[in-house]
């Protein structure tokens, strides 16, 4: 298997090659279509990215599988799996607001969030940070070492989530921060999954959680928080996955479940 440091050179490579392309083309970035429901959108700019990314691993690892946000998944010969977000934050980046970015994570073993091992993954912003981490060797911020040692009690926990496209599953979550609220600092929504992961490692927020993710969100993003120091867990402390991700620091991982247990996060979707 490929050392987790020399996929992280491909994964940071490529993230900042689609990033570049992102950044230039975001005037007049027309959208191109809907996806879960018409407030789920998609750029030219998103399938541009995306068919960058595929190419260039066509041509760099050829044998490696990938799984996308927007193409068809191509199974791995080698045991790697590149998983995709070409623009994690649309709709911030068709409104012109720069927290997005390009994520691009490997994986080992079947591509699926319960079953895989996150190798290493790479996200470039909107704002030209390079966020990157590779398994076993830590996290960084445009090469900058990540690691959360300590965290505030929940009282004083600003945590960061996000919500989905599909209205009844929108108002399920908005119960649930509404449970939420009166037990923490405050809550913070800015709209991109594997960002709002990446500022929980740098401690820019405290903690995360969100309901209804895709993998893609995820990869990079969950692995720059966990080598930062933070675990990042489904609702029952098991592996994260599509259901329910949160990232906390673990001296406060186990409270902020309990209060989203209190608020109803196990009855969403």
Known sequence: MTEP???LEVAARLAQEAGDLVVRG???ARIAGTKSSAADIVTEMDLAAERLLRDRLAELRPDDGILGEEGDDVASRSGITWVLDPIDGTVNYAYGIP????SVAAV??????HEWTQLAGAISTGSGELWTAAKGEGAWRDGEPLRRVSAPPLATTLVATGFQYVPE???QQGRVVAGLLPEVRDI?????????????AAGIVDAYYEHRINAWDMAAGGLVAAEAGLKVAGLDGGPADERLVIAAHPDVWSDLQQALLAAGAAEVG
């Open 5 to 7: 440091l020399a996929l």
């Open 188 to 200: 913070r929504r800015m709209g991109a999954a594997a960002l709002d992961l990446c500022h929980a």
């Open 26 to 28: 975001r005037e007049g």
């Open 108 to 113: 080992s073993g079947p591509p699926r969030t």
């Open 169 to 171: 599953l929108r108002a």
């Open 99 to 102: 927290y997005y970015g390009v």
